[in-house]
């Protein structure tokens, strides 16, 4: 398991833009898949992205792609997920998680988790 600390998340208007980072402190990460995962108030944890160790592989939720992206950079032990064209219905609290094997949308497979960033989408 890796320590994960998520940040960036905010109260925007709808069409505008956030840039989520999640940071670990140990070398360890670079080892790690990520996914990106949110949950907003009365709903269930959903899948939004996730990346290979090597950044090579990348996969989105349908309602996100096109619209986020998500990167890696093991030298800084960190994760982004670019949010562009933000929606009222992007509003919930986002985490991020790490495996130890392959990308996966089922957080299910994820065992590291962050304490998760609360993002706003205004109409």
């Known amino acids: 398991q890796v320590q994960l600390v998520e940040s960036g998340g905010g109260l925007v208007q709808a069409g505008d833009s956030l840039r989520l980072s999640c940071t670990n402190s140990g070398r360890a990460f670079r080892a790690f898949a990520v996914g990106w995962f949110r949950q907003a108030p009365g709903k269930e944890r959903e899948f939004v992205a996730a990346?290979?160790?090597?950044?090579?592989?990348?996969r989105y939720a349908d309602s996100v792609n096109g619209r986020f992206t998500i990167s890696r950079d093991n030298e800084k032990a960190t994760a982004w997920l670019q949010m562009n064209s933000l929606k009222p219905e992007d509003t919930a609290i986002y985490y991020c998680a790490a495996r130890a094997a392959a990308t996966s949308k089922f957080d299910y497979d994820y065992d590291s988790w962050g304490q998760g960033t609360q993002v706003t989408v205004s109409s």
């Open positions: 990346i290979s160790w090597n950044g090579e592989t990348t």
